[in-house]
């Protein structure tokens, strides 16, 4: 089972790999030993194919993530040979799952690219517009659950930006520290200090 997901927002990337990671232990490998992770930028086809070959430990399948192939230099001299693996694949869950993470947008003219963009599970992850990110912002402090004012999440935003990975930590924090919902003060205390920190 293939799976591409890409994008400027590499956080909800994560997220969205790690849901599969997790529903993967829960069905199929609760002790994890048949997840493998692979650099990309660095690997070549040997590492690939080796990977994609070799039986799972006590389960039927693995579950393989192959980060930022498209940084790796060597791609174009065997990038045929891995398409022509794909074009293979029957695609289903009895299949090994996996998951092409590409922590920004791909060259478009690349032939990978465009044969990964077809999958049936292919997802590129923009950075959240300044509303989608208010929402994205006051869903995870719902989850607490937390409520953050209007003015206080105004202020977030500004001092964060949609650094989805920075974001969430802070989310985390202020959620954990604050008694009540979140205001301006809870949001200069500890997110402004922090800011400080890094200045200096």
Same mark, same amino acid.
């Given at each position: 089972?293939? +799976? =591409?997901?890409?994008?400027?927002?590499? +956080?909800?990337?994560n997220q969205k790999v790690d849901a599969?990671?997790?529903?993967?232990?829960?069905?199929?490998?609760?002790?994890?030993h048949n997840i493998q992770t692979l650099d990309g930028e660095l690997m070549g086809?040997?590492? =690939?194919?080796?990977?994609? %070959?070799?039986?799972? +430990?006590?389960?039927?399948?693995?579950l393989i993530i192959v980060k930022n192939i498209f940084d790796n230099k060597k791609l174009k001299d065997w990038q045929d040979?891995?398409?022509? +693996?794909?074009?293979?694949?029957?695609?289903?869950? $009895? $299949?090994?799952?996996?998951?092409?993470?590409? %922590?920004s947008k791909p060259d478009s003219r690349l032939k990978l690219y465009k044969r990964l963009s077809k999958l049936k599970f292919s997802e590129e992850f923009e950075a959240l517009g300044a509303n989608q990110l208010k929402t994205w912002v006051k869903n995870q402090f719902a989850k607490y659950p937390k409520a953050i004012s209007a003015a206080a999440l105004e202020l977030l935003i500004s001092y964060v930006g949609n650094n989805l990975w920075q974001m969430n930590q802070e989310i985390n924090k202020l959620a954990n520290f604050a008694k009540d919902d979140i205001g301006e003060e809870d949001i200069k205390t500890l997110v402004q200090a922090k800011l400080d920190k890094n200045i200096r």
């Open positions: 089972m293939l +799976f =591409f997901y890409y994008g400027q927002d590499s +956080f909800r990337a599969i990671k997790t529903k993967f232990k829960d069905k199929v490998d609760p002790s994890g086809p040997d590492d =690939f194919f080796q990977a994609v %070959s070799v039986m799972g +430990f006590l389960a039927d399948k693995k040979t891995l398409i022509k +693996f794909i074009d293979k694949q029957k695609d289903t869950p $009895e $299949e090994n799952y996996i998951i092409f993470l590409q %922590s």
